[in-house]
């Protein structure tokens, strides 16, 4: 879990949060909730699992998920830096 979540729960734990921060940390975990399905979305998708092909010229053209190696997975996981 990210920094900016564990700050969040901290802040929504404690008595007088204002209905303002409640809006921007909201808008915050909506957004971060998009990021996420994002890059899950690549990995759900049936075409990111075409197969293989290597093309006449000697070319390799790999399945979308193996040239990937999990880089979405990982930046998702790591806060999209």
């Not at 969040?8 to 409640?22: A, E, F, M, P």
């Not at 909201?26 to 699992?49: C, I």
Request: proline letters at 1%; glycine letters at 10%; aromatic letters at 6%.
């Amino acid at each position: 879990m990210s920094d900016k979540i564990e700050e969040i729960k901290r802040r929504h734990c404690q008595l007088g949060d204002s209905g303002l921060q409640r809006l921007i940390d909201r808008a915050y975990l909506l957004a971060e909730v998009e990021r996420l399905r994002k890059a899950l979305a690549f990995y759900a998708d049936q075409r990111s699992y075409r197969t293989t092909t290597v093309h006449m010229s000697g070319h390799f053209a790999g399945q979308p998920v193996m040239i990937d190696g999990g880089a979405q997975a990982r930046k998702a996981l790591e806060g999209g830096r």
